[in-house]
């Protein structure tokens, strides 16, 4: 019997029967302890007996005989005067058997076939001899306890029902996330200590279904994207073992390997954020004066690809997060931008305050992307026709992870094409403004990629 639900309604049935048990034996107790407590029917049964008695001493058998007959009337039962030796005292019949299956207050009466038999208290060496008829049968009353017993079974198949079922939808749950379906969950709105349990396991299925989704975009962003750059780097090495230029080669090579180790940090800190959002350093940032920083880094960047950057809005804004995650995904939206810029044109950036978010504006004069490629830019290893291919310098990871360290803020990443070029706005809920966070105007932050 390893069923809950067959335990409950087994146990609902057998409390059902144990009760009984304890209503009858109570019962039984009770009626003994109405000796002294009523006395009413014994009274009666004296009185009659006393009656009978006067009648047979007064006017013998025939007297006797027509009192009883309307005790019979009366009650509806058949009366017996009996002397001492059990002998009818009207018609001298030997009443011994009837007496000895005939019970006296306050014992409960007997049934004998479909009669009961009760016996007075012997006054003077009579007795009187009660002879109730009746069709009762213990057996018959089956029938009327019986809705009970069915009543209370429902009831107990109810309960079996309402704890059952929520743990065996439990247990299929727990069934289907070994399995492998990590967007299992129980979805259950109870609030007893049932639901308490599938709520713990729900929170506790979305942790591991975020770490598990971690660890995979992690292994899945290293092997996928790793493989260019080392191939590329492995063939710089072999030019190098034959160049004439070593210093310019090796050069190349620090530049691959930094691009490399960028990307390592990179993809190591988002997928650690995601794993642990408690493990972020929040701090209050001026989002202002960290944007001015990454504009100047990524001037160089750009001067050398033959566009520039223009700062040409910077309102204050505080934002509260981690420094260098905001600091990666702000740099790799401005990075793209340049990488995409025609030859000649500027880069416009912009921070504007909105009520209570801070919104980063970057838009490039380049061709843009197509309409449904809008929202598809931000995922990893996406790119749009040769434009985003790898010769251009791109890994295909870079507004990826800024779409996923922005989240990790509460904020938004979204694009759309600003006819000519593409305009890349970053949402981050920004705070009051406070004296103190002029102090963190000190970035401080690693030297330029």
């Known amino acids: 019997m390893r069923s809950i639900f067959t335990k409950i309604l087994l146990w609902a049935i057998g409390t059902t029967l144990v009760s009984l048990v304890g209503f009858a034996l109570t019962t039984r107790l009770i009626w003994e302890l109405l000796p002294g407590r009523i006395t009413l029917i014994a009274k009666i049964q004296i009185l009659q007996l006393e009656d009978a008695r006067s009648a047979y001493e007064q006017g013998g058998p025939a007297q006797l005989a027509r009192y009883l007959e309307r005790l019979d009337d009366l009650f509806e039962a058949k009366h017996f005067l009996i002397d001492a030796n059990g002998r009818d005292q009207v018609d001298g019949r030997d009443r011994s058997a009837l007496l ?31 002879l109730i008829h009746s069709k009762f049968n213990p057996w018959g009353l089956l029938p009327y306890y019986l809705w009970i017993f069915l009543l209370i079974a429902a009831l107990g198949y109810a309960l079996a029902i309402y704890l059952g079922r929520p743990l065996l939808d439990l247990r299929r749950a727990v069934e289907r996330f070994g399995r492998g379906n990590l967007t299992t969950r129980t979805g259950s ?79 190591l800190q988002v997928s650690a954020a995601e794993e642990d959002p408690q493990s972020c350093d929040h701090e209050e940032i001026r989002l202002d004066g960290l944007l001015k920083c990454l504009v100047d880094e990524a001037m160089i960047e750009a001067t050398a690809k033959g566009c520039r950057f223009a700062l040409l809005e910077n309102e204050p804004a505080t934002v509260i997060g981690d420094r260098e995650l905001l600091r990666r995904a702000v740099e790799n939206v401005l990075r793209n931008a340049a990488r995409h810029a025609p030859d000649g044109t500027e880069v416009a950036v912009a921070l504007r305050r909105q009520g209570s978010t801070a919104a980063i504006t970057v838009r ?59 305009s890349v706005t970053i949402e981050l809920p920004a705070v009051a403004h406070t004296a103190q966070s002029g102090s963190n105007l000190d970035l401080r932050g690693r030297d330029s990629r």
Not at 102 to 129: I, M
């Open 100 to 130: 000895s299956h005939a019970s006296t207050f306050p014992n409960p009466p007997k049934p004998v076939g479909n009669e009961f038999v009760l016996a007075s208290a012997p006054t003077g060496g009579s007795r009187l001899l009660i």
């Open 189 to 267: 709105t109870r609030r007893d200590e049932i639901g308490e349990l599938a709520r713990a396991f729900d929170l506790m299925a979305e942790r591991i279904e975020t770490l598990m989704t971690a660890q995979r975009r992690l292994l899945q962003d290293v092997s996928h994207e790793f493989r260019t750059p080392l191939s590329r780097l492995l063939l710089k090495v072999r030019l190098a073992r034959t160049s004439d230029d070593r210093e310019t080669a090796l050069d190349r090579i620090k530049h691959e390997v930094d691009r490399l180790s960028n990307l390592v940090d990179e993809l």
């Open 364 to 422: 490039d004069l380049g061709t843009g992307v197509p309409e449904d490629a809008i929202t598809t830019i931000f995922e990893p290893f996406y790119r749009v026709g040769g434009a985003r291919s790898r010769s251009d310098g791109g890994v295909g990871l870079g507004l990826s992870i800024s779409r996923r360290a922005i989240a990790l803020h509460g904020g938004k990443i979204v694009a759309s094409n600003a006819s000519p070029g593409l």
